[in-house]
Structures are given as structure tokens and as C-alpha cells.
């Protein structure tokens, strides 16, 4: 679209942050408004498909292995269950399928068990997305191969800020991932997490950078930190709510095309907060009780929130299939898949 912008200055962003609410809002929502349906919102299911014991050192994480976190380390989940936990997951509304791993990358003899869920998933007929971490560009053929819609992989925050929180891996590591996966055709969904003690400058400059990326990611998931007890960031100030509903406002206006995914954190925001980030310019959530390791918001509070709201969940264009699989009842469904992981 011609008024998509690559060249914001870290200044710019931040006057845009610096706004008065009620302005910051009004202008999020015309752009909103101007790309997008504002009463529809994209779902999309996350599974852990390979929990715990990850090397790197990542301050917000309960995966990885040095911190005690009570979070267990398993073993990639066998085929069947990513299948059963996907059919459930559309039958309860979702589109897309997350599936997310506790690596630092892929060991190659991983990529070809990864590539057979891919296809299973979208054999389904539902849109996938993967996480597993940095990829080489012989990976990234791999998944496009498989027919991998999307690769997530966020920025997390401002360059500067970043070795606080990362120092097993560069910042410049992910950009070059993300280079990879561009390469191959592959849609990027990236973003980061906010409330890790960053300041609001460096809020601008993760949203600048996310900006000047070659493409705009097509996903950009703005997470909230969710703290966990005995990672390094567990007991960081709380950030004021309306500073994250700005950070999703100038994400909507500096990446107007893009799907801007309330992510991570929703279990702790109140219905009121959820509904002025929609306002502001959120259009995709993560859908079902759990994130990779961490509650999210029941199936049915969702499901009565977008009532609530007037808000319609996306469908993929022509998938009539999905209609008649959603009349399954979606609380049930959504425990029924807790128990086929934990089987
Ligand atoms: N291991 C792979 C990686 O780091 O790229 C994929 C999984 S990792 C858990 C995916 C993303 O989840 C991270 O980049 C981070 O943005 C987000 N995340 C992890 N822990 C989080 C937390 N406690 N709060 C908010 N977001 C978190
Ligand atoms: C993203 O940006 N957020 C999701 C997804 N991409 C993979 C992950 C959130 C994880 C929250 C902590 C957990 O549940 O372990
Ligand atoms: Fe590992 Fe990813 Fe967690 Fe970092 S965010 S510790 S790479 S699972």
C-alpha cells in the first residue's frame, strides 16, 4: 500500500508516544479504520510443541534452563497429539496454529519432524506459524517447503536495551533470521515484549526498528511481560496500562497494514483494557487457556468479550468447513486438549 512508511525516525515514534491519549487513540483508530475491518479480530491457537530446558538466557523467560521456574524440560510431542490439539483448536475458532519450541535454533534432524506437523496443520486448512528460534537459510527453505505460512521470531526490544535482557545471542542474530525467512516467501511475525523496565524511548525504538524492517512484518505481536518467579525479570515495576495501550496505538499507526496481535499478558488485563487496545488498534489475539507455558484467557471469557464488543472473529476465506467445526462447544474442547498434552 503506498503510505507505508520504512523511514520513521526514532524521534518521530516517540512524539508519537508522547501524545495526549485522547490524540494518540483518535489517530490509531483512523488508521485502523483505514486498513482494516475494526470490529474484526484474527485468532490464532499457540502450542508448546517442545517446553523447557532451553540454553539461552533469555531475563523474561520460564524456558530456559537456568532459571527455576518449576517449568519442566520434554521432549518435541509426537505427531498425533500436534494434529489432535489443532483439530481442537479450530473447532473452537481458531485460524492459525502457532507452534512454538524452547530452542535456541533447530538441530536439522528436528526440522523434517517439524515440517510434517506444518503439513499436517495445514492440511487441517488452517494457516500455521512456527517458533523455534534463530533458522538458517537451508531451514527457512525447509519450513517454506512445508508449506510454513508464517515464522515468528521478535526483535523482543530497542537494540540498546537488548543486551540487558539477551547476551546469548545478538540482536543482529535476528535480524538476519528474519532476513531468512523473508528470503524464502515466508510472512514474518514480529514484535516484542514491553514492560521489562525499558524506558518509553526505547518502546519508540523497538517500534522504529520493527518499522524500518524491509517489509513490515505482516504479524507484530506486542506482548506484556508476563512475569515468572525465578526469571530475572520477576518483580520488575508494573507498567502503567496505558502506556501498553500507547505502544499498540503508534504499532497501528507506523505499521498500518500490519495484524497487531494483543499477545501475551492478556490473562492479567482487565475486559476495559483488552477493549481500548482494540480500540487503539489490536486486531489478532492468541486464543485457548494457555500460551506456551503461561495461562491466557478462557475460551469462553473470548468468546463473550467479542460479544460483548461487537467483534467477529476472522475467518479464512473460503473454509467452509470451519463454520460447521465450530459448533463444537469450546470450553470442552479446549480442556480436552490440556489433557491430551499432559497424557
Ligand atoms: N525459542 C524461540 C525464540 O526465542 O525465538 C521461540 C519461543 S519464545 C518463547 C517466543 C517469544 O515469546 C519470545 O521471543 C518472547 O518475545 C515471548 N515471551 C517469552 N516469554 C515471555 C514472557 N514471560 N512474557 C512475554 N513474552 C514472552
Ligand atoms: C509471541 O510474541 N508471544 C508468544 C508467541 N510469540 C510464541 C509467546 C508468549 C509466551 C509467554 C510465556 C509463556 O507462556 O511461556
Ligand atoms: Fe529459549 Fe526462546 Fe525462552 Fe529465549 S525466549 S529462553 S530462546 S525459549
Given at each position: 500500500?503506498?503510505?507505508?512508511?520504512?523511514?520513521?525516525?526514532?524521534?518521530?515514534?516517540?512524539?508519537?508516544?508522547?501524545?495526549?491519549?485522547?490524540?494518540?487513540?483518535?489517530?490509531?483508530?483512523?488508521?485502523?479504520?483505514?486498513?482494516?475491518?475494526?470490529?474484526?479480530?484474527?485468532?490464532?491457537?499457540?502450542?508448546?510443541?517442545?517446553?523447557?530446558?532451553?540454553?539461552?538466557?533469555?531475563?523474561?523467560?520460564?524456558?530456559?534452563?537456568?532459571?527455576?521456574?518449576?517449568?519442566?524440560?520434554?521432549?518435541?510431542?509426537?505427531?498425533?497429539?500436534?494434529?489432535?490439539?489443532?483439530?481442537?483448536?479450530?473447532?473452537?475458532?481458531?485460524?492459525?496454529?502457532?507452534?512454538?519450541?524452547?530452542?535456541?535454533?533447530?538441530?536439522?534432524?528436528?526440522?523434517?519432524?517439524?515440517?510434517?506437523?506444518?503439513?499436517?496443520?495445514?492440511?487441517?486448512?488452517?494457516?500455521?506459524?512456527?517458533?523455534?528460534?534463530?533458522?538458517?537459510?537451508?531451514?527457512?527453505?525447509?519450513?517454506?517447503?512445508?508449506?510454513?505460512?508464517?515464522?515468528?521470531?521478535?526483535?523482543?526490544?530497542?537494540?540498546?536495551?537488548?543486551?540487558?535482557?539477551?547476551?546469548?545471542?545478538?540482536?543482529?542474530?535476528?535480524?538476519?533470521?528474519?532476513?531468512?525467512?523473508?528470503?524464502?516467501?515466508?510472512?514474518?511475525?514480529?514484535?516484542?515484549?514491553?514492560?521489562?523496565?525499558?524506558?518509553?524511548?526505547?518502546?519508540?525504538?523497538?517500534?522504529?526498528?520493527?518499522?524500518?524492517?524491509?517489509?513490515?512484518?505482516?504479524?507484530?505481536?506486542?506482548?506484556r511481560?508476563?512475569?515468572?518467579?525465578?526469571?530475572?525479570?520477576?518483580?520488575?515495576?508494573?507498567?502503567?496500562p496505558?502506556?501498553?495501550?500507547?505502544?499498540?496505538?503508534?504499532?497501528?499507526?507506523?505499521?498500518?497494514?500490519?495484524?497487531?496481535?494483543?499477545?501475551?499478558g492478556r490473562a492479567e488485563m482487565s475486559?476495559?483494557l483488552q477493549?481500548?487496545c482494540?480500540?487503539?488498534?489490536?486486531?489478532?489475539?492468541?486464543?485457548?487457556?494457555?500460551?506456551?507455558?503461561?495461562?491466557?484467557?478462557?475460551?469462553?471469557?473470548?468468546?463473550?468479550?467479542?460479544?460483548?464488543?461487537?467483534?467477529?472473529?476472522?475467518?479464512?476465506?473460503?473454509?467452509?468447513?470451519?463454520?460447521?467445526?465450530?459448533?463444537?462447544?469450546?470450553?470442552?474442547?479446549?480442556?480436552?486438549?490440556?489433557?491430551?498434552?499432559?497424557?
Open positions: 500500500m503506498s503510505d507505508l512508511r520504512h523511514d520513521w525516525s526514532r524521534d518521530e515514534v516517540l512524539a508519537l508516544l508522547d501524545l495526549p491519549f485522547a490524540d494518540l487513540l483518535q489517530r490509531a483508530h483512523a488508521v485502523h479504520r483505514a486498513h482494516h475491518d475494526a470490529n474484526a479480530v484474527q485468532v490464532s491457537t499457540l502450542l508448546s510443541i517442545k517446553t523447557g530446558g532451553c540454553p539461552e538466557d533469555c531475563a523474561y523467560c520460564p524456558q530456559a534452563a537456568r532459571y527455576s521456574t518449576g517449568v519442566k524440560a520434554e521432549k518435541l510431542l509426537p505427531l498425533e497429539t500436534v494434529i489432535e490439539c489443532a483439530r481442537q483448536a479450530k473447532a473452537a475458532g481458531a485460524t492459525r496454529f502457532c507452534m512454538g519450541a524452547a530452542w535456541r535454533s533447530p538441530k536439522d534432524r528436528d526440522v523434517p519432524k517439524v515440517a510434517a506437523m506444518i503439513r499436517a496443520v495445514n492440511a487441517l486448512g488452517m494457516e500455521t506459524c512456527a517458533t523455534l528460534g534463530m533458522l538458517s537459510g537451508e531451514q527457512a527453505e525447509a519450513l517454506q517447503a512445508a508449506g510454513l505460512d508464517y515464522y515468528n521470531h521478535n526483535l523482543d526490544t530497542a537494540p540498546e536495551f537488548y543486551g540487558d535482557v539477551i547476551k546469548t545471542r545478538e540482536y543482529q542474530d535476528r535480524l538476519d533470521t528474519l532476513a531468512h525467512v523473508r528470503k524464502v516467501g515466508m510472512k514474518t511475525c514480529c514484535g516484542g515484549i514491553v514492560g521489562m523496565g525499558e524506558s518509553r524511548d526505547q518502546r519508540a525504538g523497538l517500534l522504529q526498528t520493527l518499522a524500518s524492517l524491509p517489509d513490515h512484518p505482516q504479524s507484530v505481536p506486542i506482548n511481560l508476563v512475569q515468572v518467579e525465578g526469571t530475572p525479570l520477576a518483580g520488575t515495576v508494573l507498567l502503567d496505558f502506556e501498553f495501550v500507547r505502544t499498540i496505538a503508534v504499532a497501528r499507526i507506523v505499521m498500518p497494514a500490519s495484524m497487531v496481535r494483543l499477545s501475551a475486559d476495559e477493549a481500548l482494540f480500540f487503539a488498534g489490536a486486531n489478532s489475539i492468541f486464543y485457548g487457556e494457555k500460551l506456551l507455558t503461561t495461562g491466557n484467557p478462557d475460551v469462553l471469557a473470548d468468546q463473550q468479550l467479542f460479544a460483548r464488543l461487537g467483534i467477529h472473529a476472522m475467518q479464512i476465506a473460503g473454509d467452509p468447513a470451519g463454520d460447521a467445526a465450530r459448533t463444537v462447544h469450546a470450553d470442552i474442547v479446549d480442556r480436552e486438549c490440556r489433557e491430551v498434552v499432559t497424557a
